[in-house]
């Protein structure tokens, strides 16, 4: 027996002799979590009954039910890339120079019926295949807005000012190009991580289908889920008597529903009709809270940083945010 069998044979052999009171484990943690929670019932279920907790979960479960099924929709297609997609296709679609890319790949996304939860896993997935990021970013930024479900729920939402299906469609195209534009001129290579993907190389098309749909739905849920959690705390928070007052000032109003955008996190498919809820707004006002929402807000941002790198998420959302407001207030001024 060689000394490294030796020790480790000495190293087993002390484990199997541990006292049971020394071994802690997952399952004896569960237990002593349950065990808590009974024990602690009455005060948990008087917490929960809170009215603030009771809003907070409204709106968590809220975001992660809106979104999930079309996260699950980008997942699948970012898949469908990565599986059954030559990289050459990429080549041929799109133009060679990254200047006409960019708004080739800003109108392509107008063809994918989902939201930005859907549209951040596919973007990850064309710059695994090659596509220019500044082109992946313009599809991004644009897909959650331009498509034909959002837009027909702008229309629903609007039906006494269609010109919000104009003034939507073209302030979120401007802003995709404009930020793809910028990124092809400023951005560097090593401030977009490459995004992260299990090998599927020696897998069949079946098993690699399987296993990069896997990775994305954990890896992106997850954050999912922390971006969720943060917009109903903060939801839960700030007092409705503040829109009242920020809706007297044209510029204040604007940027009012920016932020608040941001914080809600709700989904491209159902903010038109929140929009249109608030109608103590201008309709200028309420175009920037449906530009601003579907390119940055609270998961996004957590998303965006889970696939492309916090040093990406930290320059990107800023710029997004106050290019997404500039045109919103200047569409709206031309448009509406």
């Given at each position: 027996?060689?000394?490294?069998?030796?020790?480790?044979?000495?190293?087993?052999?002390?484990?199997?002799?541990?006292?049971?009171?020394?071994?802690?484990?997952?399952?004896?943690?569960?237990?002593?979590?349950?065990?808590?929670g009974v024990a602690l019932q009455g005060p948990i279920r008087?917490?929960?009954?809170?009215?603030?907790?009771?809003?907070?979960?409204?709106?968590?479960?809220?975001?992660?039910?809106?979104?999930?099924?079309?996260?699950?929709?980008?997942?699948?297609?970012?898949?469908?890339?990565?599986?059954?997609?030559?990289?050459?296709?990429?080549?041929?679609?799109?133009?060679?120079?990254?200047?006409?890319?960019?708004?080739?790949?800003?109108?392509?996304?107008?063809?994918?019926?989902?939201?930005?939860?859907?549209?951040?896993?596919?973007?990850?997935?064309?710059?695994?295949?090659?596509?220019?990021?500044?082109?992946?970013?313009?599809?991004?930024?644009?897909?959650?807005?331009?498509?034909?479900?959002?837009?027909?729920?702008?229309?629903?939402?609007?039906?006494?000012?269609?010109?919000?299906?104009?003034?939507?469609?073209?302030?979120?195209?401007?802003?995709?190009?404009?930020?793809?534009?910028?990124?092809?001129?400023?951005?560097?290579?090593?401030?977009?991580?490459?995004?992260?993907?299990?090998?599927?190389?020696?897998?069949?098309?079946?098993?690699?289908?399987?296993?990069?749909?896997?990775?994305?739905?954990?890896?992106?849920?997850?954050?999912?889920?922390?971006?969720?959690?943060?917009?109903?705390?903060?939801?839960?928070?700030?007092?409705?008597?503040?829109?009242?007052?920020?809706?007297?000032?044209?510029?204040?109003?604007?940027?009012?529903?920016?932020?608040?955008?941001?914080?809600?996190?709700?989904?491209?498919?159902?903010?038109?009709?929140?929009?249109?809820?608030?109608?103590?707004?201008?309709?200028?006002?309420?175009?920037?809270?449906?530009?601003?929402?579907?390119?940055?807000?609270?998961?996004?941002?957590?998303?965006?940083?889970?696939?492309?790198?916090?040093?990406?998420?930290?320059?990107?959302?800023?710029?997004?945010?106050?290019?997404?407001?500039?045109?919103?207030?200047?569409?709206?001024a031309v448009v509406l």
């Amino acid at each position: 027996m060689t000394a490294t069998e030796s020790a480790a044979t000495r190293t087993r052999r002390g484990k199997e002799l541990d006292p049971p009171g020394r071994q802690f484990n997952s399952s004896l943690v569960l237990t002593m979590l349950l065990l808590l929670g009974v024990a602690l019932q009455g005060p948990i279920r008087r917490a929960l009954s809170a009215p603030v907790m009771q809003s907070w979960m409204t709106v968590f479960v809220a975001v992660v039910v809106q979104a999930l099924p079309f996260l699950v929709l980008g997942v699948l297609l970012s898949a469908v890339i990565a599986v059954f997609v030559p990289p050459s296709f990429f080549t041929r679609a799109l133009p060679r120079r990254t200047a006409l890319a960019v708004p080739a790949a800003g109108m392509a996304g107008a063809v994918l019926p989902g939201c930005e939860c859907a549209s951040v896993p596919v973007a990850g997935s064309l710059v695994r295949r090659g596509v220019p990021p500044a082109a992946a970013l313009a599809f991004l930024l644009s897909a959650p807005a331009i498509n034909p479900i959002v837009l027909t729920a702008t229309a629903v939402a609007f039906p006494g000012n269609p010109e919000m299906v104009l003034a939507r469609f073209a302030a979120s195209l401007l802003v995709a190009c404009a930020m793809g534009w910028l990124w092809q001129r400023l951005g560097r290579a090593d401030w977009v991580r490459q995004p992260a993907h299990p090998s599927l190389d020696g897998l069949g098309k079946g098993a690699a289908f399987w296993a990069s749909v896997r990775h994305d739905v954990l890896h992106a849920g997850g954050f999912l889920v922390v971006g969720a959690m943060a917009a109903a705390t903060l939801k839960s928070v700030v007092p409705a008597a503040w829109l009242q007052a920020a809706a007297g000032s044209p510029v204040v109003s604007i940027l009012a529903l920016a932020v608040l955008a941001v914080l809600l996190s709700i989904c491209s498919e159902a903010d038109a009709f929140v929009a249109a809820s608030l109608s103590q707004f201008s309709l200028t006002a309420r175009l920037a809270f449906l530009v601003v929402g579907p390119m940055i807000d609270l998961k996004l941002f957590a998303m965006q940083t889970a696939t492309f790198g916090r040093g990406f998420a930290l320059r990107f959302a800023p710029v997004t945010f106050v290019l997404a407001v500039l045109m919103s207030a200047l569409v709206g001024a031309v448009v509406l």
